[in-house]
């Protein structure tokens, strides 16, 4: 069986270098929770930062991941899980950040509700992130 970056690197038209892979098979392994920009840092050494914000903007321009925003300023990225094409995502699911381990989750079956606009508006996108404690935590 192929590794499963290079076949998302071909069918996302992106040529298969080894950072990108590293970076996607981190995301991969990562599938529960959310990663920072400093995360992958730390985790892939030898990467330097502007490799990995280009791959994380070309992966976010493909489809491939989606950006959640954090409250500390610092952008979290996670796998989409289908749907999503370049320039058009579908992650209209909420997010949660657990205030005990500091992770953050996409909640894929629970969905952004609607948020009427006022007249004159027209939204193009809403997130949502809801903090508490996670289901590992409350054990
Ligand atoms: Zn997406
Ligand atoms: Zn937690
Ligand atoms: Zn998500």
Redesign the pocket.
Known sequence: MQDPTIDILKRNNLSVTEGRRNILQLFLNHNASALRHSDIESSLHGLDRVTIYRTLQAFTEKGIIHSIPGSDGAARYALCKGGCEQGHHHDDHVHFV?V????TQCLDDVHVPYVRMPEGFEATKVEMVVSG??S??RK
């Open positions: 657990c005990r381990c500091g992770s404690i996670c590992k935590c």
